[in-house]
C-alpha cells in the first residue's frame, strides 16, 4: 500500500513538473537582445586646431558618431580635406564640416576669409585712435579722416567708410579669448573695390581714425565734413534775442576826369 502511494506521488510529480514547464514555453515571449546602437564615422579634429591652419593628414582622425544625429556637411573620408584651411577655430574631437572650411583652391590665410567680389585692406592705427584697444575681428567701425583743404586752409573731418567689418587686427584673426583689448598698431578691413580706393585716397589726404559701432547697428548716415565751427556749406549760425539793425558801409565815390584836346569830362562812380 505504503509502495503504490509513494510510486502515485512521483508520477503526479513528474507529471505537474511537465506540464508546468510546457506552459511556461507555450507562454513566456522570448526575450530578444537590444541591438547595439547604429553609430557612423566622421572626420574630425585630432587635436585643437586654430582659424586658418592648413589641415593635414596629422591634424584629421575619424571619430564615431551616433547616426541619429547626423551631421549637415560633415564628411566620412578624410580624402580632400588635407590643404583645406579652417576659417573657425576647432577643439580635439570635433567632427569637420563644409561650413567651416574654405572653398577648395581659394588660398590660405587671411584670403580665405575674403567673400567673392570683396577686398581686404590693411590702414595704420595706433591705442588711441584703434578705440584704446577694444577694435577686434568681427566688430563694426566706421572710417574717418581728417586732412586740410589747401595750405591755409583749416582742417576738416569726414566720414569716409561707415560699417565696415575688421578682418584682423594686427595679425590676429579671431578675438581675445577673454575678452582682453588688444592693442592695434594694423587694421585689416573688408570692403568693397571702390571702398577700397576711398580708404587709400583717405590714407593719403591725412591722419584715418577708426569710430567703434554697435554690432546690431548697420544704419548708414549722410553727413558733410566737420570743421571746428561747425559743419561745412552750414548757414551762418542764427544769435538769440533781439533782431538788431543792419549798418551798411559807406562806399566812398570814385571820379574820373577825361581830357581830349581842350575838352575836359569827369564821371563819378560808386
Not at 510510486?7 to 506552459?23: I, K, N, P, R
Not at 571619430?63 to 576647432?90: I, K, Q, T
Not at 560699417?163 to 588688444?182: C, F, N, S
Not at 539793425?245 to 581842350?262: D, I, N, Q
Amino acid at each position: 500500500m505504503a509502495k503504490r502511494l509513494i510510486t502515485g506521488l512521483v508520477v503526479a510529480l513528474f507529471v505537474s513538473c511537465v506540464f508546468t514547464f510546457w506552459l511556461s514555453k507555450k507562454f513566456s515571449k522570448p526575450v530578444v537582445a537590444a541591438a547595439p546602437p547604429v553609430k557612423v564615422q566622421y572626420v574630425a579634429a585630432a587635436k585643437s586646431l586654430d582659424a586658418g591652419e592648413v589641415l593635414n593628414n596629422d591634424d584629421l582622425k575619424l571619430v564615431e558618431w551616433p547616426n541619429s544625429e547626423h551631421l549637415d556637411g560633415a564628411f566620412n573620408r578624410a580624402d580632400g580635406l588635407v590643404g583645406r584651411v579652417l576659417l573657425y577655430p576647432l577643439p580635439a574631437d570635433q567632427p569637420i564640416t563644409e561650413r567651416q572650411l574654405s572653398s577648395p583652391g581659394a588660398g590660405i590665410g587671411l584670403s580665405t576669409r575674403i567673400p567673392m567680389g570683396m577686398r581686404a585692406i590693411s590702414l595704420k592705427s595706433d591705442e588711441v585712435m584703434g578705440v584704446a584697444g577694444f577694435m577686434a575681428p568681427g566688430t563694426h567701425v566706421d572710417v574717418l579722416v581728417t586732412f586740410r583743404q589747401g595750405p591755409n586752409g583749416d582742417q576738416e573731418t569726414q566720414n569716409v567708410l561707415q560699417d565696415v567689418q575688421i578682418l584682423a587686427v594686427d595679425q590676429k584673426t579671431a578675438p581675445d579669448p577673454q575678452g582682453k583689448p588688444v592693442t592695434a598698431n594694423v587694421v585689416t578691413l573688408l570692403v568693397n573695390p571702390d571702398d577700397a580706393e576711398k580708404a587709400v585716397l583717405a590714407a593719403a589726404q591725412g591722419a584715418v581714425h577708426f569710430v567703434l559701432r554697435n554690432g546690431t547697428d548697420h544704419d548708414l548716415v549722410s553727413d558733410k565734413p566737420m570743421v571746428l565751427n561747425g559743419k561745412v556749406d552750414d548757414p551762418a549760425p542764427k544769435h538769440s534775442g533781439a533782431n538788431k539793425s543792419v549798418v551798411v558801409p559807406m562806399v566812398k565815390a570814385y571820379v574820373v576826369e577825361t581830357v581830349e584836346g581842350t575838352k575836359k569830362s569827369t564821371e563819378t562812380f560808386q
